[in-house]
C-alpha cells in the first residue's frame, strides 16, 4: 500500500482506539523504516546494539523502549494493516502472550470485536 498522510492518521487512530480499550498508554508509532532504521543507528551508538538485519514482517514490538513499528507500504490491504496493529498491541500490553496459541488469535478477535473489560481479555 502507499504510505498517504490519511493512511498514517487512520494508523494512529486505530492504535488510540485499541489503546484506549486495553487501558494502556499509548506507545510511540514509528510508520517508515527509515525511522525504525534510525532509531537502531542511534541504538547502535548509544549502546553497542548491533543487530544490522532487514526486518521483513509489516509490524515490531520494543516495549523496553516503549514504541511500536507499524510498516504501512508492506501492508496489502487495510484488513492486514489492523491486524497488524492489533498484534503489536497485544504484544506490547501482554509481552508473555505467546503467538502460537489459539489464545493469542482469540484476543486479537476480542480485541478487534471490543470485547475488553478493564483492560482484561
Not at 504510505?3 to 482506539?17: A, D, E, P
Not at 543487530?51 to 487495510?78: E, W, Y
Request: aromatic share 10%.
Amino acid at each position: 500500500m502507499k504510505l498517504t498522510k490519511s493512511k498514517m492518521t487512520w494508523v494512529i487512530n486505530r492504535v488510540n482506539h485499541y489503546c484506549k480499550l486495553l487501558e494502556i498508554t499509548p506507545p510511540e508509532v514509528f510508520l517508515t523504516m527509515a525511522e525504525y532504521n534510525q532509531w537502531k543507528v542511534q541504538k547502535r551508538e548509544e549502546s553497542g546494539y548491533s543487530r544490522v538485519g532487514r526486518s521483513t514482517c509489516l509490524g515490531v514490538c520494543h516495549r523496553q523502549d516503549k514504541f511500536i513499528v507499524i510498516l504501512i507500504k508492506r501492508a496489502r490491504d487495510l484488513v492486514r494493516l489492523d491486524d497488524t496493529i492489533r498484534h503489536e498491541l497485544i504484544h506490547y500490553a501482554k509481552p508473555s502472550y505467546n503467538h502460537y496459541s489459539l489464545a493469542f488469535r482469540d484476543r486479537m478477535n476480542k480485541l478487534l470485536k471490543g470485547k475488553i473489560k478493564n483492560g482484561r481479555f
